[in-house]
């Protein structure tokens, strides 16, 4: 299977890559052979890429394929085979994360920080340990912090002969205008209800029904049809997400309401906490030398290690919680449009067909303004959260404007 076949829904972005890959085994040659011909001016091939793409397009999927094929060493290769192979070691390592000269960069945390850059530029210093290239694939480049941003400027304005950029973003306007006008840009699609649909029965083995309920309440978001359709507990938390419309008649039942979805939230974060702070804890308390026969009490002088790795824990908590927020307030988001389309006769398919009974009750009782100022209250929210406003009280002023339409 040839790494491009990850790219549901994208042919163009897929081709554009191939021809790219193609030219950077030009270059390559050229680099290494003084007798080689220049090569021209028109490569496809570029040092810093920019991927961006609404949420589910496969962004971060498009560029570690592009990675894997720059180290592509299939011998195909020299009989003019595509580059991308999927099964030669230097495709499968670039995929899975273990090629040398591959680093993935992604972030559980609200933001990229100065330091982490300025690693990552020293790194992109360096020639390749063995690969064709030395690559750096940013998935998260949105969260880049303006520090951090000017730092990564400067390695993208004087790049390393053989380092390549991969950044990743949803939309031009999250990173700096003067990273993205020295990018080469590859704009991303939302792929089709059917064929996220197609991609969840053949590759994950999901029954046929589930897999097209799945796209279909994600829209075709890869990445949640695959959770919605796997994992129970997330289609529990989606059923009560999508109850909430009718549970806001009163200012009672908005407030508990409200609870109850920031509380799952912090489950979620809670959740995550337990299956990986307490390893990163032990781990580090152990390299720092914590002995076992003095109840496990830390060396003088390493409390400030333990803490920094609290504090990042403590940001990995509030990043996760409003993740779990965000894809709520996703999932409130397209139950309202779904109740738009009836109210105004849209021949549009409808993403909620399982609640369609409390579409329509919604739909019947209320008038389009209505339901465009609840949309808009639900996008006031991602807002405030956004800037850091108390989750529970953004919540709160969500519910309650649902209620006033």
């Not at 850059?117 to 020293?122: A, G, I, K, P």
């Not at 407030?255 to 307490?278: G, H, P, S, Y």
Request: hydrophobic share 45%; proline share 4%; with cysteine.
């Amino acid at each position: 299977m040839a790494v491009w076949d990850d790219l549901v829904g994208q042919d163009r972005v897929a081709a554009q890559l191939t021809a790219a890959a193609r030219d950077a085994d030009v270059l390559v040659t050229w680099a290494a052979d003084a007798s080689a011909a220049e090569p021209m001016a028109s490569s496809k091939m570029t040092h810093a890429w920019l991927f961006t793409g609404p949420p589910g397009s496969g962004r971060s999927t498009a560029a570690r394929a592009f990675a894997a094929a720059l180290q592509c060493v299939s011998p195909d290769r020299a009989l003019g085979g595509a580059p991308g192979c999927g099964f030669c070691d230097g495709c499968h390592t670039a995929l899975v994360g273990t090629h040398a000269d591959v680093e993935v960069v992604r972030t559980d945390m609200l933001t990229i920080g100065v330091k982490e850059t300025r690693d990552l530029v020293r790194r992109a210093q360096l020639s390749p340990a063995g690969g064709r290239w030395q690559v750096i694939v940013m998935e998260d480049a949105d969260r880049l912090t303006e520090g951090a941003g000017n730092v990564l400027l400067k390695a993208v304005e004087e790049p390393a002969p053989r380092t390549v950029w991969l950044l990743c973003t949803p939309s031009l306007e999250d990173v700096l205008p003067t990273i993205r006008s020295r990018c080469r840009l590859l704009t991303l699609r939302t792929p089709s209800v059917d064929a996220v649909a197609d991609v969840l029965v053949r590759r994950d083995g999901i029954d046929p029904g589930l897999a097209a309920s799945a796209a279909r309440a994600t829209q075709g978001h890869i990445g949640r049809a695959r959770r919605l359709a796997t994992d129970e507990r997330a289609r529990t938390r989606r059923a009560a997400v999508l109850k909430l419309p009718l549970r806001v008649d009163d200012v009672g039942g908005c407030l508990k309401a409200a609870q109850e979805l920031v509380d799952a939230a912090a489950e979620d974060a809670k959740q995550v906490a337990e299956e990986i702070d307490t390893k990163e804890t032990e781990e580090l308390r152990a390299a720092l030398g914590a002995a076992a026969g003095t109840g496990g009490r830390l060396p003088r002088g390493t409390a400030g290690a333990m803490k920094d790795l609290q504090d990042r824990q403590k940001r990995r908590a509030t990043r996760t919680q409003r993740d779990s927020l965000d894809l709520a307030l996703t999932d409130l988001t397209a139950f309202y449009r779904d109740v738009l389309a009836l109210q105004l006769g849209s021949e549009v398919a409808l993403a909620n067909t399982d609640v369609r009974d409390a579409l329509e009750r919604i739909a019947s009782g209320s008038k389009p303004e209505r339901t465009l100022r609840r949309i808009e209250a639900i996008r006031a929210c991602r807002q405030a959260l956004d800037s850091n406003v108390a989750p529970l009280l953004a919540v709160e002023a969500m519910t309650m404007a649902l209620r006033a339409g």
